[in-house]
């Protein structure tokens, strides 16, 4: 008998594994597998996973080391401490009006554009006729690329000796005089509004998408249940729909907020990041990827982003892990 | 607010009469945002057919009917710059970036989702973290490991990554599949186990299960992916931008660039132009809607 054993257990865990709970199942199913496919599973995993760790993790890692340096990719990299980032905060002329920029962007986005993607959603959520073409309208700018959206706007916001739209309307129609009338992109007072209106323009349909798939998703007993209990339809949005949609508002937030960090094609398009619409992803590749290379400097704000960036990450991974853990 | 009070209240005898006038007001509202929704791209497009010399002469600029209507610009435009040489250079890059990065997380999220070992869930949390960094923060190191990396003939001219397609192609299929490992781990978690459990007992081994069992069944997943991956890499102009040098190595989102501040020149040319960029996306939306909303939802499903 006890010879016979090894070879016993050995197909057990296939017919035993079928009913029993997951975690058991999984240890045994392990078993199945060979040497073999062993090592095909980890080369599957591995090998994506390592490009990705060299490419992504170290090269952020490659940033936080560099911002310590004062290296112009030409002489021997020299540490200086914190020297970068004392300059940063203190002498830099950008970096107040960069940080400062974002920050709009986002609230911009949090406040204005994301509540108004939920707004749409919600409104075509209802059983109207011709949804479906409302829907592809509000939808079209987010399959343009925002060096798209940038130049369709500068159509728009140009100034009047650029024939911009707008102006043009405005003096044609003799609402302002000519020569008040503003350069909506090139103006460092208004512009950052102005490319925030146009990057919101994509940002709204983004949102009205990824929400109107959740509402789609609610149970319409809910709802039902909450009609019946009497609730208007506002009502039931607040106290039902809202909470139950909890793993779609976290994605809306985190998506929200990693565009706002994000941000670099439009303004790149209008000016470089120039005059009035500083953003720390300009300030990057300005500093760091030009004639002046200062690697050094350019990683510095680059690590100041990562540290901001990796607010809504944390935020968002801890929130993946309870789900998985559940 | 009253209408609200309405609905809630009890059914009256006019109840149907004002839900019926609710409905026209959302129809109206909707109607007129959908309307300024459409208006840049409409408007583009309407510039994009005056010939410039037209909009000059016009006292009012821009804000006037037209005379002429023609497809005079993309005519230049087509003549001007080199255009089919854009085009080709997003297709040489996007095209095996799309499908690299399918085949590459389809494995690796495979062998997350369908098996059990120590690591699972932090090999996950990197890949998901990754995906979600602002690509400006790796460019600095980045540009200089692509102009320090040599790289043998036959894979680039330069003896570089730095200015290559290969380049673009490996930080494209890199960076997005963070996103398509996420995605796919989690459609494949929906899968039944039982198939994978049975597979295994008829003697398949793991690379057979792959590719005979799951990934047929992805095909809804791989599509949706597909489109959207495609059309994020056709729109790419950072990478592109920061990567590539030479102007005419430069796929055409990123060639856009060289328009930049032109608009003082000639608007109407500038429309023509973005538009041209903008088709071929516009009509792979107009054919594949449904890839775009399932794709998204898929990234947005679970967590």
């Known amino acids: ?326 | 607010m009253s209408l609200h009070a309405a609905m809630a209240g009890q059914r009256m005898p006019h109840d149907r009469a004002r839900r019926r006038l609710r409905r026209a007001v959302l129809y109206i509202f909707l109607t007129f945002l959908a309307f300024i929704f459409a208006w840049p791209l409409l408007y583009a497009f309407y510039t994009s057919l005056r010939p410039y010399g037209e909009i000059v002469a016009n006292p009012n600029g821009p804000f006037s009917l037209p005379g002429t209507l023609n497809f005079g610009n993309y005519i230049t435009f087509w003549n001007e710059t080199d255009l089919p040489r854009f085009y080709f250079n997003t297709l040489v890059v996007a095209v095996p970036a799309v499908l690299l990065t399918l085949w590459i997380a389809s494995m690796a999220a495979f062998a997350i989702s369908r098996f059990s070992w120590r690591f699972n869930l932090l090999v996950l949390m990197i890949f998901t973290a990754g995906n979600l960094l602002p690509p400006q923060v790796i460019i600095v190191p980045l540009y200089k490991l692509y102009n320090m990396l040599p790289v043998p003939a036959p894979l680039s001219d330069n003896g570089l990554m730095y200015d290559q397609y290969l380049g673009l192609i490996l930080i494209h299929t890199t960076f997005q599949t963070g996103f398509c490992v996420f995605v796919f781990s989690n459609y494949m978690k929906t899968l039944s186990k039982e198939l994978v459990e049975a597979a295994m007992i008829d003697g398949a081994g793991v690379f057979t299960i792959y590719y005979r069992v799951i990934l047929p069944l992805c095909r809804p997943a791989l599509a949706a992916m597909g489109t959207l991956l495609f059309t994020w890499i056709y729109n790419d102009f950072f990478w592109a931008v920061m990567l590539i040098e030479h102007g005419d190595k430069r796929p055409i989102t990123a060639a856009l660039n060289n328009l930049s501040g032109s608009y003082f020149v000639d608007p109407t040319l500038v429309a023509a132009g973005s538009l041209l960029a903008a088709i071929p996306t516009v009509v792979l939306y107009m054919l594949l809607q449904r890839n775009f909303v399932s794709g998204l939802t898929l990234g947005s499903a679970k967590g």
């Open chain 1, 1 to 326: 008998m006890s010879e016979l054993e090894p070879r016993a257990q050995a197909p057990a865990p296939a017919v035993a594994g079928a009913g029993v709970v997951t975690s058991e199942k999984r240890r045994r199913r392990y078993s199945l597998l060979t040497r073999r496919d062993k090592f095909l599973i980890a080369l599957m995993v591995g090998v994506p996973f390592v490009i990705f760790v060299c490419l992504i993790w170290m090269t952020t890692l490659a940033s936080v080391v560099l911002s310590f340096t004062n290296w112009d990719g030409i002489q021997p990299i020299k540490f200086i401490g914190l020297d970068n980032y004392t300059q940063l905060i203190t002498t830099y002329p950008f970096f107040w009006p960069a940080l400062s920029h974002n920050m709009l962007w986002l609230i911009f986005f949090v406040c204005i554009a994301t509540p108004f993607g939920i707004f749409l959603a919600v409104l075509l959520d209802r059983q109207l006729k011709g949804s479906w073409i409302y829907q592809s309208i509000f939808f079209l700018p987010v399959v343009l690329s925002l060096a798209v959206v940038g130049f369709i706007w500068e159509l728009q916001f140009a100034p009047l000796a650029g024939n911009g739209f707008i102006d043009s309307a405005l003096v044609s129609t003799g609402l302002i005089n000519a020569n008040n009338a503003p350069d909506w992109f090139g103006d460092p007072s208004i512009n950052i509004w102005s490319v925030l209106v146009a990057a919101s323009w994509r940002h709204v349909g983004y949102i009205m998408v990824l929400y109107l798939a959740g509402l789609k998703s609610v149970d319409p007993s809910l709802r039902e249940a909450a009609a019946i209990d009497g609730a208007n339809e506002r009502q039931t949005f607040i106290h039902v729909v809202f909470p139950v949609m909890a793993p779609i508002n976290v994605v809306i937030v985190v998506v929200t907020v990693i565009e706002s960090l994000r941000a670099f094609d439009i303004v790149y398009i209008i000016n470089h990041g120039k005059n009035g619409l500083e953003l720390m992803s300009t300030l990057i590749t300005n500093n760091a990827i030009s004639e002046a290379s200062l690697i050094g400097f350019g990683s510095a704000i680059a690590v100041v982003l990562l540290t901001i960036s990796l607010v809504p990450i944390v935020l968002y991974l801890s929130r993946v892990m309870r789900t998985e853990n559940q």
